[in-house]
Nanobody, 122 residues
Framework: QLQLVESGGGLVQPGGSLRLSCTTT????????IAWFRQAPGKEREEVSC????????DYADSVKGRFTISKNFAENTVYLQMNSLNAEDTAVYYC???????????????WGQGIQVTVSS
């Protein structure tokens, strides 16, 4: 049983940075692709970024490309999402998810973290 726990959310000013963490237990991290999703009020949950099981491939939504970086630290069993140049449109609840396919909708993923709030505001 794979379990995922997010951390690192909070309030940040526009233009600032934040790093989200997704710590996994119960299975080998290199067995699963990991995706970060976000959901803002009134909007569908969308994939922000994804990293392949062995971290040989990464992908990003157009809205965050060049600003966000996803990575895996296998020794720490943790997936990170470094978020730079944040703006108000990045405000959402962020989730990490596993056992899907990069580029898929949220309902195709089997394992989810609890979600963490990211608020970008002055």
């Amino acid at each position: 049983q794979l379990q995922l726990v997010e951390s690192g959310g909070g309030l940040v000013q526009p233009g600032g940075s934040l790093r989200l963490s997704c710590t996994t237990t119960g299975a080998s991290l290199d067995d699963y692709p990991i995706a970060w999703f976000r959901q803002a009020p009134g909007k569908e949950r969308e994939e922000v970024s994804c990293i392949s099981s062995r971290a040989t491939m990464t992908d990003y939504a157009d809205s965050v490309k060049g600003r966000f970086t996803i990575s895996k630290n296998f020794a720490e069993n943790t997936v990170y999402l470094q978020m730079n140049s944040l703006n108000a449109e990045d405000t959402a609840v962020y989730y990490c998810a596993a056992n899907g396919v990069c580029g898929s909708k949220y309902y195709k993923y089997d394992y989810w973290g609890q979600g963490i709030q990211v608020t970008v505001s002055s």
